[in-house]
């Protein structure tokens, strides 16, 4: 996979990158995600597809498909989820205050 794209037509090139944990972190790092009452991000509704094998793919069955994150990623992954539920809450709370 050359580039990713997501619903909203973000893209992100991956400049012939593997398409692993980082890219895909990269994706949802380059789009706005929501979170759930309970804080967690809400990837369910993203998909995937692999033009060359015609197959639809979810997050989570995406995600499985990787070996393990490395504990250097999955710090980086939860840096990033921070940053973005932050982001959501503050959009959240200056909607609330319009």
């Avoid at 794209?5 to 593997?18: M, T």
């Avoid at 980082?22 to 993203?46: C, H, M, Q, S, T």
């Amino acid at each position: 996979m050359e580039r990713a794209i997501d619903a909203f037509g973000k893209e992100v090139r991956l400049n012939g990158a593997p398409f692993d944990h980082a890219a895909v972190r990269k994706l949802v790092e380059a789009n706005e995600i929501e979170f759930d009452a309970n804080g967690d991000p809400d990837l369910e509704p993203w998909i995937f597809t692999d033009l060359g094998l015609q197959c639809v793919t979810t997050f989570d069955e995406l995600i499985r498909q990787f070996p393990p994150r490395t504990p250097e990623e999955v710090q980086a992954w939860d840096d990033m989820i921070e940053r973005k539920r932050r982001e959501f809450n503050d959009t959240r709370r200056r909607r609330a205050l319009s």
